[in-house]
């Protein structure tokens, strides 16, 4: 399986930027990068996705390597809502998500 | 537009029973994947369905077993409860294709005693 590495823990202070970084050194050619976060007491909630191009939505922006063997989700402007853990997923064929650790984001008011 | 819903909220078995988790899937979609949430983990892909039928199985056992109805609903079920068993049961409703969201449901907390 595809796997995907990141960081156990990042802290941010509320109305700051969070830059959270994955490596996915193995990707092939047509994974795609999916981004999910998962409040507390919650299922996991879709935040993002890409293939090769930077992605930007309402809640996030994707910027993805060149070599796409890493990408980082950029949360413009933290809140404290926006506390939970934040899961880097590569999607292959048939759309089964296989979830590592995940970072676990804290926002510091 | 509904959510994805599931059923019960919480559940409590003991050793060796059976349980089946149900869940309703979100309109449009055809494809209902379950997963496996130990405390302190992240999920773990239980199987997949597509159009009421099994399309890929993670590293479980025959005893997790599942039905997927015509109109793309979706029950777990769960023979001869193991303690370790005792996790978060999360399914996910979406179209098949691997750019497609997966949206989740909140899922059903089982506890085996």
């Known amino acids: 399986d595809a796997k995907t590495t990141q960081p156990n823990s990042m802290e941010s202070n509320e109305e700051e930027p969070v830059h959270l970084p994955c490596n996915h050194s193995t990707i092939s050619g047509t994974d795609y990068i999916h981004w999910y976060r998962q409040l507390p007491s919650q299922g996991p909630e879709y935040v993002i996705h890409?293939?090769?191009s930077n992605v930007n939505n309402r809640m996030a922006s994707l910027a993805i390597a060149e070599d796409r063997k890493s990408s980082t989700l950029i949360l413009h402007r933290a809140t404290l809502r926006d506390a939970a853990v934040y899961y880097c997923?590569?999607?292959?064929?048939?759309?089964?998500?296989?979830f590592g650790g995940g970072t676990r984001v804290l926002v510091k008011p | 537009e509904t959510g994805v819903t599931q059923s019960p909220t919480h559940l409590i078995k003991t050793r060796g029973q059976q349980v089946t988790l149900r869940c309703s899937s979100q309109s449009g979609h055809n494809t209902v994947s379950w997963y496996q949430q130990a405390l302190g983990q992240g999920p773990q892909f239980i199987f997949q369905y597509y159009r009421e039928e099994e399309n890929g199985r993670g590293n479980f056992p025959p005893r997790f077993s599942g039905l997927q109805f015509p109109n793309y609903s979706s029950e777990l079920n769960v023979n001869a409860l193991e303690l370790d068993d005792s996790a978060l049961y999360l399914c996910a409703s979406s179209l098949l294709d691997r750019s497609e969201t997966q949206y989740f449901g909140p899922g059903t907390r089982l506890l085996v005693l």
């Open positions: 997923i590569l999607n292959l064929a048939g759309n089964k998500l296989t």
């Open positions: 890409g293939l090769t």
